[in-house]
């Protein structure tokens, strides 16, 4: 009876491992092909112009015009490590800091908390999918590394529910990361985030708290779904 019982945990365990090893090898290699067009686009930018999106856009009847020039480097869901799942998408411009405008992908009411360096949120009352929803288009990475903001004069800290229309400039692409010594490259990180049902966003860095972008900007932005391709309009 003891040993069909250790037979029996031995038997969960393996099953566990093997789960586990599943998981990380698709972890790992659900978007491997597109992680080496990135970091091949990092070492030379000019070198595919032809992925390359532009700031106030649109993909055919998307309701959210494309907030920035630059390459769609990770998306929805994406994983960097195992148990990581990334809940925006990564928009690289291939310059410098400082030098890339960041324009709102639709209108709704701006609010840039006081301890916010780089990030604004926009509220948007009718979710142009559901409209008897509220869904916050989330921005961040507009401030330099040591955390000099790059958000737009006319909304400082502490801006509260500020209307903006579609394509108002908000800032410029950064690479803060909240440490000075790590850096990030320089890009944009949107999100569109769930409402709370009392009228607050939620945390954006959960992706359960996410919507998948796609149909917002009618661009194949699902990881489970595109699993190899850096997205751009068909």
């Keep these: ?15 566990g491992i093997a789960l586990a090893g ?19 686009f990092f070492r030379d930018p000019a070198s595919r112009p032809e992925l390359m999106m532009t700031a106030g856009s649109k993909c055919g009847a998307a309701p959210f015009i494309f907030p920035t020039n630059g ?11 195992p148990g990581h799942r990334h809940a925006g998408i990564d928009i690289f411009a291939g310059t410098d800091v400082g030098i890339t405008p ?5 209108p709704g009411y701006l609010t840039r908390q006081a301890d916010w360096k780089s990030t604004v949120i926009i509220r948007v009352p009718q979710d142009p999918l559901e409209p008897s929803r509220q ?6 990475h507009m401030a330099d590394a040591q955390g000099n903001p790059l958000i737009s004069e006319e ?20 690479n803060y990361s909240g440490d000075p010594a ?4 320089v890009h944009l990180h949107i999100s569109v985030v769930e409402d709370d049902g009392f009228g607050n966003f939620k945390n954006e860095l ?29």
């Design 1 to 15: 009876m003891a040993a069909m019982h250790k037979k029996m945990i031995l038997l969960v365990v393996l099953a």
């Design 22 to 40: 599943i998981y990380l090898y698709f972890s790992s290699h659900r978007s491997s092909t597109r992680t080496a067009q990135v970091f091949n």
């Design 71 to 81: 390459l769609i480097g990770f998306i929805w869901d994406d994983s960097f490590r």
């Design 102 to 106: 960041i324009v709102a992908a639709y």
């Design 135 to 140: 869904i916050w288009v989330y921005y961040t």
């Design 155 to 174: 909304f400082p800290a502490g801006t509260y529910e500020v209307f903006v229309d579609a394509g108002t400039v908000l800032g410029l692409q950064g």
């Design 182 to 185: 790590n850096p990030v490259g």
């Design 206 to 234: 959960d992706i359960n708290n996410t919507y998948d972008p796609s149909p917002y900007f009618n661009l194949p932005l699902n990881a489970y779904q595109n699993t190899d391709t850096i997205p751009t309009c068909q």
